[in-house]
């Protein structure tokens, strides 16, 4: 397809790639700056909460904030595996 | 009132110092008394981006060190009457600016004109913070490529945290200000759009600059483009963008080239 586009002239347009690279990236920055590690900190509670009950992939739990004009997003992704685990710790307790 | 305005931008070579020239000059055509402060300690341009390397004598350190006053260090154009430079050192000597100094500097200025542009350094490091410490609004000067609006992003989160007006839980405006634009290109998604940036940033647009020859061609001779060439579209829109930071409801356009057939003819005998 790519070959095609570029056959006729035209190349694959590179602005949405800088736009959603850069949406990435400052989503992650941005919990940097001003609040020291509000994200990280956020991750690992989330994380811990979560882990209490089910067996979570820490790679799996994803925190991201997205700025806007008049509301912030806080979104937090967790990938439960099929046929999940309850956590050892609440089967011990 | 007096204003205060930073120019701002975190990358460097954005177009920071022409953009500073042209909107102090265009403030200044409309009659306003203008002060633009280069705070880029070591790297001086705005005087040569102006045309007046050859008349500084004193400069902003030796202001702030108490060498010379400030009406010796204030250089006026040569082109309009109110407006003035106020040029920085060629010191390599990064802290010879202290932020009681520039206060004190800003607030003496403030008692003489209606606008204070400071153009900043490139980077976030002491420069780059003094230069926005004072002020009131900020221009954000972004290209539409990627690391500048990485950079844009972080400059604008030390205008949030890192400005008095922020400390005392005010607002510093801000304003972005996109140059070097080709709608052309834009357009077929070789180039983040305007659209993009806004949404990316989610700070107010104050004018859209497009790229230019006129714009090199007017730093060449030493001359603000908004004097240099005032009919020409990057010129019109530093004009709209100075007409908006006035208060005026200007529709955002992207200006363009105006090109005639005998002008393309002449233009490429001249090139």
């Known amino acids: 397809m790519m070959n095609v586009m570029r056959l006729f002239g035209g190349r694959a347009a590179s602005a949405p790639v800088a736009r959603e690279r850069l949406q990435i990236l400052l989503s992650h920055e941005r919990g940097r700056s001003g609040a020291p590690d509000l994200l990280e900190m956020l991750r690992s509670e989330i994380l811990s909460v979560v882990s209490k009950h089910i067996d979570v992939d820490p790679d799996k ?7 806007g004009k008049f509301v912030s997003m806080l979104e937090v992704d967790i990938e439960v595996p099929n046929g999940v685990q309850r956590s050892k710790m609440v089967a011990a307790t | 009132m007096a204003k205060v305005l930073v120019v701002t931008s975190g990358k460097g070579g954005v177009g920071k110092t022409t953009s500073t020239a042209a909107l102090g000059a265009a403030l200044a055509q409309m009659g306003q008394n203008v002060v633009v402060i280069d705070f880029d300690v070591g790297l001086r341009n705005l005087d040569l981006v102006m045309g007046a390397e050859r008349r500084v004598v004193f400069d902003l350190i030796n202001v702030v060190q108490g060498v010379a006053k400030l009406p010796q260090a204030l250089i006026r154009d040569k082109r309009l009457e109110n407006l003035w430079l106020l040029p920085a050192s060629q010191t390599r000597d990064k802290d010879a600016l202290t932020e009681e100094g520039v206060k004190r500097v800003i607030a003496d200025l403030k008692t003489k004109f209606d606008w204070i542009l400071c153009d900043s350094p490139a980077g976030i490091e002491r420069g780059a913070t003094l230069a926005m410490r004072y002020a009131d609004e900020a221009i954000i000067v972004t290209n539409p490529e990627v690391s500048s609006v990485r950079d844009s992003d972080r400059i604008i989160g030390m ?8 400390e005392r839980g005010e607002r510093v405006e801000k304003h972005l200000l996109v140059t070097r634009y080709d709608a052309g290109r834009a357009a077929r998604g070789e180039m983040l759009s305007i659209d993009d940036i806004l949404e990316i940033l989610a700070t107010p647009l104050l004018g859209i600059v497009p790229e230019s020859q006129d714009v090199l061609r007017a730093s060449n001779v030493g001359c603000p483009v908004t004097l240099n060439a005032a009919s020409s579209a990057p010129a019109r829109a530093y004009t709209d963008a100075v007409r908006r930071l006035m208060g005026e ?5 992207v200006p363009v080239e105006r090109k005639g057939l005998m002008d393309r003819l002449l ?3 001249a090139a």
């Open chain 1, 61 to 67: 739990v994803v925190v991201r904030m997205d700025r």
């Open chain 2, 249 to 253: 409801q200007v529709e955002m356009t």
């Open chain 2, 159 to 166: 205008l949030d945290s890192k400005t008095v007006r922020a």
């Open chain 2, 267 to 269: 233009r490429r005998r």
